[in-house]
């Protein structure tokens, strides 16, 4: 069984930075897309930003473009989101989740995606 588990987040103030984790079992991690979502309170989750298996391509939200980077190392099973100049509107639970491979869904749908981890809070205060 695959298990994801998102760790980093945290209360930080606006314009603050943090990075999130996700570590993922299993040995073929390298082979896999991954991807990160959000959701805050009250809304539905969203696309925050994704990664290609060779970490080669990346996409991302136009509400966190230019601010976050995410990235991976194949090596350790981990995929990295690098969050800069935060906003009172990114608090959110983030969740990474690691791409299905088999369906043909886009990279930014949430149900393209078959393993979640629980997600980890971030507060950004103003």
């Known amino acids: 069984q695959v298990q994801l588990v998102e760790s980093g987040g945290g209360l930080v103030q606006a314009g603050d930075s943090v990075r999130l984790s996700c570590a993922v079992s299993g040995r073929t991690f390298s082979t896999y897309d991954m991807g990160w979502f959000r959701q805050a309170p009250g809304k539905e989750r969203e696309f925050v930003a994704a990664?290609?298996?060779?970490?080669?391509?990346?996409y991302y939200a136009d509400s966190v473009k230019g601010r976050f980077t995410i990235s991976r190392d194949n090596a350790k099973n981990t995929v990295y989101l690098q969050m800069n100049s935060l906003k009172p509107e990114d608090t959110a639970v983030y969740y990474c989740?690691?791409?299905?491979?088999?369906?043909?869904?886009?990279?930014?749908?949430?149900?393209?995606?078959?393993?979640w981890g629980q997600g980890t809070q971030v507060t950004v205060s103003s």
């Open positions: 989740a690691r791409r299905n491979n088999i369906v043909v869904i886009a990279i930014s749908y949430g149900s393209a995606y078959d393993y």
């Open positions: 990664i290609t298996w060779s970490g080669d391509v990346t």
